[in-house]
Structure formats: C-alpha cells, structure tokens
C-alpha cells in the first residue's frame, strides 16, 4: 500500500536514529534533526513526482484512446 520508497526511507532513518543513540550529546540531536528533515525532503520529492507521473501518464492513456 505504500510507495517503495516509504520502506527505503524508513530504513534510512532507522539507521541514523541506532547511530544517534550510540552517540552523546549534541551530536546525537544534530543527527536526528538531520536525519528527519533528509526524510522529509525525500518524502515531498517523491510525492511530486509520483502526482506529476500519474497525471502525465493518464494524458498519455487518453492520447492513446482518443487515437
């Protein structure tokens, strides 16, 4: 149900998060504030393309019908 990149994106913050906590103090915040703003930015960048994607192939799908 979700996107492929959803699972890949998770996995990278889990992994950033078991680094963090292996870490002290400032650092391991400055990690994790890195860390979810990276996730955020990939999750908007993968929302517009997916949006725009579809739009253009259902263009494509009625181009061809039409045809």
């Not at 078991?18 to 955020?40: H, M, N, Q, T």
């Not at 990939?42 to 253009?56: D, N």
Request: some cysteine.
């Amino acid at each position: 149900m979700f996107h492929p990149a959803f699972g890949f994106l998770m996995t990278v913050l889990g992994a950033k998060l078991d680094k963090a906590r292996s870490e002290e103090g400032a650092s391991a915040v400055e990690w994790v504030v890195i860390a979810a703003v990276l996730v955020a930015i990939c999750g908007a960048v993968a929302a517009i393309l997916v949006g725009a994607l579809e739009g253009k192939a259902g263009e494509i799908g009625s181009d061809i019908e039409g045809a």
